[in-house]
């Protein structure tokens, strides 16, 4: 058996096994949700990271981009239902803004890494403190706080079922107070997955994602072969820059109030994903649902901790022994199936 | 032109010293000055750590949470000591916190010099996973509260001065003349804190280090070239090795000066970033990501560069956040300098 490229799923099973074990309630269907659903944010900025890892950069820019249009779409929701405009369509305008903007971080570091041939390391850094300072001032006066709706969804489920109304989507419906109700898949968890699907399939399929690859494995040859690499450079930390900014609303409409350093501790978190999945920081290697794989393996880890009554603290030093063991194993039993040019 | 490019930061600094003593009332001062002096001693001592790691092309993440590691551990060993009485001196408690701490302080840099000196591990990882281990140790020694009820003398040798002038008043050494409360420590104009005879040590000891010794030599020889430096009979491995636990001892001892000035043990939050403002002062002090270029001078006049505009701007009553931003824009000037004068140094 091909150990170096299965430990990852070996070291889930062994996971769940022993929280199932250890976490008294662990093995239930609310866990399960819960895992998926505070597991979002590692997701999304996790395939993020994948796709400028794959080219051999890096974007610490993430976490505060999460946190920069968290901030942001809550002030553009208010300033729409000012004007008198109805929360749905306020929501999805201030929505689309905030995408919209949130490509302008990925753009400029893009710009700086392909044009000026500044390090991704020092470029996404300066993009990390562009926006860090920009939200903070944006929140001086307090922040703002999203409409109902929003948070509805973001807390919401995609289907419920209780006895009596049946089957609904999106809506919960009324029952008796302490009545059985039946929620599955939270809505958010649905964003992400059909965000994440999408994602995979470019990576895989389309000539978006061959790119990507050719220039991680070996920048001369996707220049000689005719790719435009600064073009798709400049793509990528956007591409990178715009997940980071769903990753941003998505918090919004779980926690009602935006939050400058919001997604600032997951930045290890979604770097140890992509490494724990297979990736190889100097390019060239990396799917997505390894990253995927790896960033399940976090969430459960602080899932499992939370619900055995343990501080988080232990995560920190488990999530970095893992990552280093990623790195280690990967090592010990090189992958044969990649060619490692660069190392 | 390729002096002022060189010396950009330089340049930089000197223009906004001049500006902002035009727009900040108090900004030139003796007060002042030290006051940022006395502020920047911990980007300092993580900016050296992090010039060494820079200049063999590495990069070291855990610098900030090893600090964090060493106040919390620090903190905590001084207050059990202390509270335990029995004979213990306040100043034993600290000594023996000190020894153990700084002996502790350098396996985080023994682990990741280890894994990417022997085992390849890319810098990145290893320091990141060490910045993991680190902080989750730190929180759970202090269950994620800082430690406190530690001796008062920490502070006040933390936060000394070693003149002390009442003006018309005479002229006292090393602490308030006796009998004198703190309270009418405003009437006094105080004059070289001991943290910066503390730092001025060090920096002149790693200044020494990197310039004129064999250990410095190889350093560069490392981050210029590594083949070359393989070949040129450089134990590469060994000096990597060596490297991190220098990077992690300088960050130990951050963490101690933490514990002198602020008077208990503190563990490094997520957004204060430590490591990365380390990395922007090294950069813009002119040292190249790629390795072999960078000094501990440059270094300093990176901190010292960032550290006015953060305290110009304040006295001058901006918003401090702009120093996020403010930190963002000399980053990119500083690599797109780089680019334009290439051949520097």
């Known amino acids: 058996m091909d150990l170096g490229r299965s430990w990852a799923l070996i070291f889930l099973i062994v996971e769940l096994v022993f929280f199932s074990l250890a976490a008294k309630g662990f093995l239930s269907l609310r866990v399960f949700q819960m895992v998926f659903f505070f597991g979002v944010t590692v997701f999304l900025l996790g395939v993020a990271e994948l796709f400028v890892i794959i080219t051999g950069g890096i974007d610490l820019s993430v976490g505060y981009i999460v946190g920069f249009a968290s901030i942001i779409s809550s002030r553009f929701v208010a300033l729409f239902l000012q004007t008198g405009m109805s929360t749905l369509p306020a929501l999805l305008l201030g929505i689309f803004l905030t995408l919209a903007i949130g490509l302008l971080p990925g753009l400029v570091s893009g710009l700086l890494i392909a044009k000026l041939r500044v390090p991704p390391f020092i470029a996404t850094f300066s993009m990390l403190g562009i926006t860090h300072g920009v939200s903070e001032l944006l929140i001086l006066n307090g922040a703002v706080n999203m409409p109902k709706l929003s948070t509805l969804f973001g807390n919401g489920y995609f289907l419920y079922w209780a006895p009596g109304p049946g089957l609904s989507l999106f809506v919960r419906p009324e029952i008796p107070r302490g009545g059985f109700i039946l929620e599955l898949i939270p809505n958010i968890v649905v964003v992400a997955f059909v965000v994440i699907g999408i994602l995979s399939f470019m990576l895989k399929r389309t000539v978006f994602g061959q790119y990507t690859y050719a220039i991680g494995g070996n920048v001369d040859a996707a220049i000689r072969s005719g790719i435009n690499v600064s073009r798709h450079t400049v793509k990528i930390y956007m591409l990178s820059s715009f997940l980071a900014s769903l990753t941003g609303i998505i918090y919004v409409m779980m926690y009602v109030k935006g939050k400058g350093d919001a997604g600032a501790s997951n930045l290890l978190d979604s770097i140890a994903a992509v490494v724990i999945g297979g990736a190889s920081l100097y390019g060239g290697k990396g799917t997505v649902w390894r990253t995927i794989l790896g960033a399940l393996i976090i969430a459960i880890l602080e899932t499992g901790l939370r619900v055995m009554g343990i501080p988080t603290f232990d995560k920190y030093i488990i999530v970095g022994i893992i990552l280093i063991s990623a790195v280690l194993i990967d090592k010990i039993f090189p992958d044969k199936t990649y060619m490692d040019t660069k190392e | ?345």
Not at chain 2, 7 to 36: E, M
């Open chain 2, 1 to 345: 032109m390729a002096f002022i490019a060189r010396n950009w930061a330089a340049f930089f600094l000197l223009g906004f010293l001049i500006l902002f003593s035009f727009t900040g009332k108090g900004f030139l001062s003796v007060t002042n000055f030290q006051n940022v002096g006395h502020l920047a001693v911990i980007a300092i001592l993580m900016a050296s750590a992090e010039t060494f790691v820079i200049i063999t092309s590495g990069i070291d993440l855990s610098i900030g949470f090893v600090m964090g590691f060493s106040s919390v551990t620090a903190g905590k060993i001084i207050q059990i000591l202390y509270a335990a009485g029995g004979g213990i001196s306040p100043g034993i408690s600290i000594a023996i916190g000190i020894v153990i701490v700084l002996i502790l302080s350098l396996i985080p840099g023994l682990v990741s010099g280890v894994l990417i000196a022997r085992y390849k591990v890319p810098p990145f990882i290893a320091t990141m996973g060490m910045w993991g281990i680190t902080n989750g140790i730190a929180l759970k020694i202090c269950k994620g509260f800082p430690v406190a009820t530690l001796p008062e003398v920490l502070t006040r040798i933390g936060n000394g001065y070693i003149i002390y002038i009442k003006p018309g008043g005479g002229i006292s050494f090393f602490s308030l003349p006796h009998g004198v409360g703190n309270e009418s420590i405003r009437e006094y104009i105080r004059l070289i804190p001991y943290s910066f005879i503390f730092v001025g040590l060090i920096l002149l000891v790693l200044w020494h280090l990197l310039r004129n010794t064999t250990f410095g030599q190889h350093t560069y020889a490392i981050g210029g070239n590594e083949e070359a430096a393989v070949r040129a009979g450089i134990n590469v491995k060994l000096h990597l090795v060596k490297i991190y636990i220098l990077s992690s001892f300088i960050a130990g001892l951050a963490g101690i000066f933490n514990v002198f000035q602020t008077g208990i043990g503190n563990f490094t939050p997520f957004g204060a970033m430590y490591e990365l403002f380390a990395v922007s002062a090294v950069v813009i002090g002119g040292a190249s990501l790629m390795g072999g270029k960078g000094s501990i001078f440059g270094s300093v006049i990176g901190v010292f560069l960032i550290a006015f505009l953060e305290n110009g701007l304040l006295i001058s009553g901006v918003v401090p956040f702009y120093r996020f931003i403010a930190v963002g824009l000399l980053l990119i000037i500083a690599v797109v300098i780089d680019q334009l004068f290439p051949d520097l140094l």
